[in-house]
């Protein structure tokens, strides 16, 4: 059998067997599912949980309420209070006991004086707390109300003209070359790719090194090396497992991608979008998920991403970073004859994992900055740091020449590792010291045949 | 003579300062069964790594089947190892069919054998079970067919009835007599059970301290290492004969049966056994006497203590 054939199999052994395994079959198919299903979760519970907050507005000095003929008091602005589920308003100028309140079915009381005009603080009397959402929507309501208040003593101009004169200056950030838009939130997308790709170069770096402890434990491997070579093992190995996380990335991708078409669907059909609609504008047929995202500044960057440019990199960046950190983590687990053993060798491989990881984070602020720009050519922190910067537009020539620096410390610590592996995976009882691994990178022995 | 199928020629292997086997010459014919012994640390997984291309000796010249030895000859072999074990997590069929595509049978070809072989060794039931599923005894037979599957010409087996029942053990040796008879395998046996050897080896090796110390036909090595050995049946006086006897000879064991002594003796170098029978019928009647061949496991503690000596 040559040389590749042999390797064929040993990937076909690999991989097959681990994508067969339950756990991995439903990791890939409910992954995207209780991603989604968590934040959908997690966003209709915070919302069912919010009880309504019914608030009592004492308008002591008659600011912003005039009586009616029956006694009452309303709004001089009622445009200014909402009608919400989560919020209603009763005005009037006497304060009510604790009793009152309660038994008129109140959550909170709201009080002020004329007083507010300069301090601009009133106080809230809860029975309960308000949810936050509740008191934002209350602090804005009321800023409003004052606002109104002072552009109609202080001014010559109605509302309308204040609002028009109102500025609020936000930068847009573009490229000086390509004239493009960059945006914190392509650095949160590149943050979250890069995210996945530590999570993805540890999860399956591990599965390496398990997989070669359990070969070296249960003594098959000294079967194995009689016919095939140590290289063409590891080799094989981390090639059948890093097809592995690459057939979870696909997969998790078409899933999510069809969650995303299954939920845009829904919300064409939704009466939500026909609100939606009308809010904008639009004639409701007109609209879909698209429209809604390219109206969102939040999420309308999503729509210029090149996701062809950004997924291509990021499997490159996925397959040379795998295959860089795999190495260590197998040759990790030809030193050892037990997963527990392996701790205390493991730090050294996870510190620039998780420095490159950390710097990432750092990165999200200024994605251009020098730290990032270099961390991004270093191999170690490549994979991770480039992921930041892709979606903000990065120079062709920089991604080329961090994969090529990747790509060829990739290979001299492949060839390094195997020198350790091979003699490391037969050793039994004895754990090799700093000094023999050095021996063996430097000074191979005779190998195998 | 018969063609050799192993020529080794001054081969050493050392690891750091330690040398595991020194200066090594051996060569193995074709057709044989070979019993490759040692005490634990001789050196004799080193040598099966070597010729199962694990490793590379340091120095020296390794000729397989007459070419200097190389990868390609790797798959006219089969390694069945000590410490040996199997893939959990895969069923037992698929896991032997692995290992016979890795050298190079096809997956069609590999399948029928592994049926026959199935049957010969009454697993039948088992080809899609979980290995983790397998007893000990069953997991050593599923590892001894897929050392055999591919029909290797050289056989190399480390301690092949370690974990067998009598039956199961009895199972394989007959399968291992079949290939040697049939197919013309050659056999190395590395174990410390010395009776398996006895009962099997045409010729024996034996390692020490990396070093090859005694080497030959199996009956011959038994032979040459009787040193005075004899067994005489005796009528007569046995207090009288011992006393007699005294510091003349080594006197190892004595049993009775009715009137009849039946002793163990080891004769010194200058008194051979007519001489001995000579001065013995003065003494008593003298029914029976032979010359008695030493086992090998006697061979093998005598050789190693006269090297360790």
């Known amino acids: ?449 | 003579m018969s063609k050799p199928i192993l020529h080794a020629q001054g081969i050493t292997k050392s690891f750091g300062d330690q040398v595991a086997l020194a200066p090594l010459d051996l060569d193995m014919e074709a057709g044989k069964i070979v019993g490759l012994l040692g005490p634990n640390g001789a050196g004799k997984t080193t040598l099966l790594r070597m010729v199962t291309g694990i490793t590379k000796p340091d120095r020296g010249r390794l000729r397989m089947w007459g070419e200097s030895h190389h990868r390609g000859l790797l798959s006219r072999m089969g390694y069945l190892p000590e410490e040996r074990g199997l893939y959990k997590s895969m069923r037992v069929a698929e896991q032997v069919l692995y290992f016979a595509t890795l050298r190079g049978m096809t997956r069609p070809e590999a399948e029928r054998d592994l049926k026959q072989w199935f049957e010969r060794l009454e697993v039948e039931g088992w080809w899609n079970r979980e290995v983790a599923d397998l007893s000990k005894g069953m997991a050593q037979k599923i590892q001894f067919i897929a050392t055999v599957l591919h029909r290797p010409e050289l056989l190399i087996l480390d301690e092949p009835f370690s974990g067998l029942d009598p039956i199961n053990a009895a199972l394989v040796r007959d399968q291992m007599l079949r290939l040697v008879k049939e197919e013309g395998t050659t056999l190395v046996l590395s174990t410390h059970n010395m009776g398996s050897v006895e009962a099997l080896c045409d010729e024996v090796v034996l390692l020490h301290k990396g070093q090859k110390i005694l080497s030959g036909p199996t009956d011959e090595v038994r032979e040459s290492a009787r040193q005075g050995r004899v067994q005489v049946v005796v009528h007569g006086n046995l207090m009288a004969f011992v006393a007699e006897l005294g510091a003349r000879a080594e006197l190892l064991h004595s049993s009775t049966e009715g009137d009849r002594h039946t002793l163990d003796l080891t004769l010194p170098e200058a008194w051979g056994m007519p001489a001995f029978l000579a001065w013995a019928v003065q003494h008593v009647e003298v029914l029976e006497a032979r010359p008695v061949r030493l086992s090998m496991e006697e061979v093998f503690v005598q050789t190693v203590e006269s090297v360790g000596a």
């Open chain 1, 1 to 449: 059998m040559n040389g590749w054939n042999t390797v064929l199999a040993i990937v076909r052994r690999e991989y097959l067997t681990r994508v067969r395994r339950r756990a991995f079959v439903v990791a890939t198919v409910l992954g995207p599912i209780l991603t989604v299903g968590l934040i959908a979760g997690l966003v209709l519970l915070t919302q069912s949980t919010e009880d309504p907050v019914k608030a009592w507005v004492v308008d002591h000095d008659g600011l912003i309420t005039v009586p009616t003929d029956g006694g009452q008091f309303v709004p001089t602005c009622p445009a200014c209070y909402r009608e919400r589920p989560l919020l209603t308003y009763r005005f009037g100028r006497e304060e009510k006991t604790k009793e009152v309140l309660q038994a008129e079915g109140y959550t909170c009381m709201l009080t002020f004086d004329a007083g507010l005009m300069q301090s601009e603080k009133m106080q809230l009397l809860q029975l309960s707390p308000p949810p936050g959402r509740a008191k934002r929507a209350m602090e804005r309501d009321f800023s409003e109300a004052l606002e109104r208040l002072k552009v109609r003593e202080r001014a010559d101009l109605d509302y309308d003209a204040y609002l028009s004169l109102k500025t609020d200056v936000s930068l847009v950030a573009l490229d000086i070359d390509t004239g493009e838009q960059k945006g914190e939130e392509r650095a949160l997308l590149g943050f979250m790719f890069s995210v996945f790709m530590f999570t993805f170069v540890l999860i399956y770096g591990m599965h390496v090194m398990r997989g070669v402890i359990e070969e070296k434990s249960n003594r098959i491997v000294e079967v194995v090396l009689s016919t095939v070579r140590p290289s063409q093992l590891l080799a094989g190995k981390i090639a059948g497992i890093g097809l592995v996380g690459l057939t979870q990335i696909l997969g998790w991708a078409v899933l999510s991608w069809g969650l995303f078409f299954v939920f845009g669907l829904a919300l064409d059909q939704s009466a939500w979008m026909e609100g939606w609609a009308q809010t904008q504008g639009l004639a409701p047929e007109a609209v879909d998920l698209t429209t809604v995202m390219a109206s969102q500044s939040e999420l309308a960057f999503l729509l210029d991403i090149n996701w062809g440019v950004m997924l291509t990199c990021g499997a490159l960046y996925f397959v040379l970073g795998y295959a860089l950190y795999s190495a260590f983590f197998a040759t990790i687990g030809a030193m050892v004859e037990q997963e527990s053993d392996a701790q205390y060798l493991l730090l050294p491989v996870m510190a620039p994992l998780l420095f490159s990881y950390m710097l990432a984070s750092m990165s999200l602020d200024s994605p251009e900055s020098t730290l990032a720009v270099v961390s991004s050519f270093v191999p170690f922190s490549a994979p991770i740091s480039m992921m930041v910067r892709l979606p903000m537009g990065v120079p062709w020539w920089h991604v080329a020449l961090s994969m090529a620096l990747l790509l060829a410390t990739t290979v001299a610590l492949v060839g390094l590792a195997g020198r350790v592996y091979r003699v490391a995976i037969l050793m039994y009882g004895k754990k090799p010291n700093m000094k023999e691994v050095v021996r063996w990178m430097f000074h191979p022995d005779s190998g195998a045949l």
